[in-house]
């Protein structure tokens, strides 16, 4: 018997010469066998036990070579969140780390890798099922061949795991029955809430899903890659499923029973809207600087890569609706700029139309193709001036952008399905997509987000019957809640996995009023992120990359170690200390006795002179900003490197400590500075991109 689902309970048994997995629920499976300490893997009928049980584990998440071991990664708690027909769906709570070498292997680097992992999947919300699809949309899952193993149904842009599956995914081709060992996750938020709208029940799930492709931090995955990857790319999804009876966390999944997922007709109702970078070769440079340098490449040589990014979104939701919120004035106008010149070269015989408002001399701007000859006129630009229109905590205007939309929403449409039985009969298909950018893809977007699924799930509602015609969910107190704390919620996290904190104008998401209390809060969370983005997202980085696959450490012994040692020059590395002890003597100078008139004069002098000192530490700091950034060690991006090479430059110029700050330039990569000796650092060279 083939089994499609991946096993819901497993135990691990532990020797000196394997690890064994197999499932207590179903004793005549297959168990898989990893060698110890190859990472070998095969699968063996009718095992014989050995070693002692570990544990019962909920999962394995994959296995990952790091500098001197592999380790099989186990889940072992994960928590009920809900069901989605009839389907129980789970949080990871914890993982562990099995090594494969009888005795564990320590060095430092080895260390850092192991708490960079461990922290990412501490930090990172992680959701899985074990018999429904949760990286595709109901409507691609129509279209979904459901003999298939659940792994292989996944789309791989979420399948948040893969490169820690491929071990896995690789001994497919030899023993065929390792696919229930293999469980897909995403990265994302997942709330499923159960409620009722005018006496009709009804199941509310919102979905976002973190794209893996150019997956990182906000300021290190900008714009988009030359394979038409962009960043803080996310699919959302709000379903809304009218009829069914296993949505809540009581009773049993009834895929384990054999259950038909409620009693009647099930009508499922769902609504996709994406979010990603604007899609040119652009960053923005880190230095220190509340507002860091931004970074633009010719638009020309970003054609084919936006050409790739926007074949994909055409052919995998339909037309695509780019909705652009950055701001037309200041530094990033540039921004705006650079993507209205890709489209123009994109579409065939661009038409544009502008309209200007009382606040800006433009509010609006739509770039349309004449004509319908080729897959990229399906694109249709819209710049709405959300700055200045929105300004004042004048949120509700954003309502102008769904009357400009106007009859592109209605022709989109929206997914509906009706289920009775064992059979599904579609209503109707998404015809189109809404993409959303502002600079970040966060809080400007977060609000034309919810705005557009509030209008609709209230079309929705009237379509099936449940609302009145005229009638709005904003009036049913216990739904407009439950909606706008879901939204602002999804918020909250796409926005802590690309920038360290919580959403700005989350206040008018869940309340539908901006507050003097949010802007608080907005300018609390907007100091936080200046701090961790120049101190913390380098880390953060790094734990992207390694868990994704795009920084493979290597296994020789004889390569470099030491991957996270600060190698900046001493002098460098000195001055924020030099700085503290300043400040520090300074505040002692006041609070020192003065006994005599010649030891006032020699305190003041004292005071002068540390005064001075922090002034120029200070300034030093400011003015060579980049190399007190805590850049990635791993992956460092290109115009990190450059920029780095620069301030050290520049920095060997000062006239106070310039003479003294020795070593060479970084060629290539950069780990946080030059090494003093001279020696070309081998580890710069180790991070390359698998291939899959």
Known sequence: MAFVNPFRDINVHASPSHYLFRSPSSPNAPALVIDRPSGDTRMVESP???????????????????????????????????????????????????????????????????????THLRTGPMYFSYSFDLTNTFQRQQSADHSLPLWQRTDERFFWNRYLQSDLIDTRSSYPTIDPYILPVFFGFLKITTTVLKSTPLTFVLITRKCRHRAGTRYLSRGIDEAGNVGNFNETEQVVIVGDSTG????????????????????ILSYVQTRGSVPVYWAELNNLSYTPKLQIRGVETAVPATKKHFDEQINLYG??????????????????????????????????????SEKSSERFREIEPSERNKKMDRLHYV???????????????????????GDGLHEQKYFHSVEGGATSTVQSNQQSVVRTNCMDCLDRTNVVQSMLARWTINRQMIDIGVLANGEDISKHANFELMFRNAWA??????????????????????????TKAGALADLSNSITRFFRNNFADGPRQDAYDLFLGNYLPST??????????????ILVQSVPYILYAAIFLEFA?????????????????????????????????????????????????AFAVEGYNEAL??????????RWIGGPKVEGRHERGASISGVRLIHLEEGKKRIE
């Open 48 to 118: 014989v036990l050995g070693g002692k049980r570990v544990t019962s584990v909920a999962g394995i998440l994959g296995m990952i070579r790091l500098r001197l071991d592999k380790y099989i990664v186990i889940i072992t708690k994960a928590k009920l969140i809900g069901r989605i027909r009839g389907h129980s769906v789970y949080k990871i709570e914890a993982t562990e780390f099995l090594p494969l070498q009888e005795r564990e292997l320590h060095d430092s680097d080895e260390d850092a890798y192991l708490s960079l992992l461990r």
């Open 248 to 267: 809540g966390l009581g009773g049993y999944d009834q895929s384990t029973i054999g259950g038909n997922k409620g009693s009647g007709k099930v009508q």
């Open 319 to 356: 037309d695509n609706y780019l909705v652009n919120l950055v701001n037309q004035k200041g530094r990033e106008e540039r921004v705006k700029a650079a993507y209205e010149k890709v489209v123009r070269l994109l579409v065939t015989k661009p038409e544009e139309s502008k309209q200007a």
């Open 383 to 405: 710049y709405f001036d959300f700055h200045h229109e929105c300004s004042k905590m004048r949120w509700h205007r954003a309502l102008l952008l769904l009357d400009k939309l």
């Open 489 to 514: 919620d999804n918020a909250d996290v796409v926005s802590r996995a690309y920038s360290g904190t919580g959403a700005l104008k989350t206040d008018f998401t869940r309340l539908g009023v901006r």
């Open 556 to 569: 020789s012994l004889t390569a470099s170690s030491l991957m996270f040692v600060d190698r900046r020059p």
């Open 589 to 637: 100078s006041f609070v020192l006795p003065r006994q005599t008139e010649s030891g006032q004069i020699s305190l003041r002098i004292f005071a002068l002179f540390w005064l001075m000192v922090a002034a120029w530490a200070m300034n030093f700091v400011k003015e060579h900003g980049m190399l007190y950034v805590n850049w990635p060690k791993l992956n460092v991006p």
């Open 649 to 658: 430059a520049k920095a060997r110029q000062d006239k106070i400590v310039g």
